[in-house]
């Protein structure tokens, strides 16, 4: 198929200095959590964005020097030229592909603890270090002799991206993550010298990397500046007026702008609080100031809204970290008419928490992400099938979904059989809670795949039973059948039930997504610490409930941290009126109210509600499955060659990990996978002993 002609626009070439990108598809830096540590994964992970049609792919942030790094996260070094070979495998895999490889050079001065290195953090002035986590450092102050050493030790660093083949290479000033940022912001430098003080001062050390990278390697590679519009904080911080009037001191010097917002939760804000093109407001108006491109984010799905972009004069270059994780071949099928098929972000976060955990990045909709290297993994290719055997998938969950789709593609003859009326499994119940309609892009991508695939076909109002699953004579049957949340409150504070009076109204978020909700006061137990409880608390306002929120962890959705939403998610519920009772777990449920402990020293209180809501631990829906394997012996005359049970139904986890367990099961149902050691490449580190 051809393109549409009104995408056009979105494939002409843009010279970027003394470079030219072949189309307007950016992939912006973005962290992988593999870096130093798993670079030929880091590597062809990269390449694939290439192959899938980018036009430029980046590099997540490159440490630059080693007094300053951010352990515990994994980003790539560029310490020194021993780091240079994944990096020089990098541009030669992107370049094999007609696209331009960028490289983003960090020296995050007070944003890293060194607790590597021992060194002692490098800032603007005398602060503690500005961490997720708040260590017990401190950044000391740059004296002029620093500063001179950051320049050298960042000129050569790009020296070494130019040796390693980069086309464009980064000062960082976005995120709170780079130091030229901390020095331009009036909250981190106090200084009073040339370096602090007005604007034309703070600015100072950001012009002079720019133009120490123009002069080191400005005659091959163009230099981008990577600045962010706002720290979303008011006039204390960094806000757009100012960032205008720092990039109209130094408009023309770099050869391109890349614009984000900052921290780097406002900039990658996840789909329950930021629509596509959210960040629109930001960077309209910026190509006024500069004739140079400007890249701009905005979790960008749909090439309408690209084009858009484009048109309206906003963004010269569209760029993507997300929708290139969740499709790394997202321009390859605008190009090729095929945009029906992008697989769509949804907004998750779930790629952030790779990062975030300091494990390779895995994506929800994506289950190659972070597999291309160690497995072998491609988005867009699948073997044929190994087997002349048809798959019996029981539950249309993203699990069964996704299990039906790539054995689908593999040519296998697939039923997909669903007990409900409608497919999706959780994905449907959880998409019409509040802020995650979004997520039904995971059901949708695949209902579209599977409706091109002739040999699947999908049955609904079909809850199997053992016998007819034995009856049926498939060779092949995979059980992805779901979980169910607990009653009995069982999950990380109580190992036993907690004790329920007669009387008491006691419900789970099941009840809740099949039916209405309760009325009057609300406890709601959240013991799971992801978004659930905090979405169900704000179904629960919606429906004119009082709600109170208990929970022994700190803070509300404690693990929403890795997908840099816990702020937001505290704010709206405290906006919202929830009552938020941290440190405490219910003790006792009775028809008018409830006991709770705190954790530390066990005292108790009691508080009165109408019903308690407790989103706890789940149940896997696993009774079909063992019934089939408890019947092993039948399996022989029925034809069944093999019974697996995948995702929740194995175990309750993520909706990633859903579509990851069906992915890999259409990927391994005829091949041989080693139990006693792993079933992937992975990287060692050399080993050099004395
Ligand atoms: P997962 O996340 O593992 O995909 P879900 O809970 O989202 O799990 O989906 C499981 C699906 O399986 C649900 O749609 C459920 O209705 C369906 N299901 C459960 N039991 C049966 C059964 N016996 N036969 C067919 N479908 C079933
Ligand atoms: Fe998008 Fe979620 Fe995949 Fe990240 S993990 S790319 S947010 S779908």
Known sequence: MAREPRYDILFEPIPIGPVTAPNRFYQVPHCNGMGYRDPSGMVELRRIKAEGGWGVVCTEQAEIHHTSEITPFIEIRLWDDRDLPPLVAMCEAVHGHGALAGIELAYNGMNGPNFYTREIPLGPSDMPIITFTNDPVQARAMDREDIANLRRWHRNAALRAKKAGFDIVYVYAAHGFGAPQHFLSRRYNRRSDEYGGSL????????????????????????????????????????????????????????????????????????????????????????????????????????????????????DLIGAARPSIADPFLPR????????????????????????????????????????????????????????????????????????????????????????????????????????????????????????????????????????????????????????????????????????????????????????????????????????????????????????????????????????????????????????????????????????????TGGTDARSCDAVLLVTARQPEDALYLELRDRRGDWAAAGVESVAVIGDARAPGLIAAAVYAGHRYARELDAEVPVDEPPFRREIAQFRGT
């Not at 895995?362 to 992400?369: H, V």
């Not at 099949?514 to 009057?520: L, V």
């Not at 702020?567 to 519920?573: V, W």
């Open 200 to 315: 034309e001062n703070r600015a100072r050390l950001l012009r002079e990397l720019i133009e120490d990278t123009k002069d080191a390697v400005g005659d091959a590679c163009a230099i981008a500046v990577r600045i962010s519009m706002d720290e979303m904080i008011g006039a204390a911080g960094l806000h757009r007026e100012e960032v205008e009037d720092v990039i109209g001191l130094m408009a023309e010097l770099p050869d391109l702008w890349d614009l984000t917002l900052s921290g780097w939760d406002n900039d990658s804000r996840s789909s329950r609080f930021a629509d596509e093109g959210a960040q629109q407001p930001f960077v309209a108006g910026i190509k006024k100031i500069t004739t140079k491109p400007v890249v701009g984010v905005g979790r960008f799905t749909s090439p309408d809204a690209m084009a858009a972009m484009v048109r309206k004069g906003v963004l």
């Open 333 to 600: 099928k605008i190009e090729e008419g095929r945009q029906d098929e992008i697989r769509e972000c949804i907004g998750c976060n779930i790629c952030v928490t790779g990062d975030m955990t300091m494990s390779p990045i895995r994506c929800t909709q994506n289950p190659t992400m972070g597999e291309e290297w160690r497995r072998g993994w491609h988005p867009e290719r699948i073997a044929g099938k190994g087997s002349a055997g048809r798959v019996l998938v029981v539950g249309a969950g993203p699990a069964g979904l996704e299990a039906a789709r790539a054995l689908g593609k593999r040519g296998y003859a697939v039923t997909l059989a669903e007990a409900r009326h409608e497919p999706g499994g959780r994905i449907t119940r959880e998409c019409r809670l509040p802020g995650l309609a979004a997520w039904a892009r995971v059901r949708d991508y695949r209902l579209q795949q599977l409706n091109d695939l002739p040999n699947v076909e999908l049955y609904y109002d079909s809850a199997l039973s053992c016998d007819q699953i034995l009856g049926f004579g498939y060779e092949y049957i995979a059980v992805a059948t779901g979980s169910r949340w607990r009653r009995d409150g069982l999950a990380r504070f109580h190992q036993a039930a907690i004790p329920v009076a007669e009387g008491a109204t006691v419900l789970t978020p099941d009840d809740l997504m099949d039916g209405a909700p309760p009325r009057g006061h609300v406890v709601l137990f959240d013991d799971d610490h992801y978004y659930m409880g905090s979405v169900l608390a704000e179904l629960l306002v919606a429906a004119d409930c009082t709600v109170t929120l208990v929970t022994p962890a700190a803070e509300v959705a404690g693990w929403t941290q890795n997908t840099l939403e816990q702020a937001a998610i505290q704010r709206r519920l405290l906006e919202l009126g929830v009552d938020i009772v941290p440190h405490r777990a219910l003790t006792r449920i009775a028809p008018d109210g409830v006991a709770t402990a705190c954790v530390f």
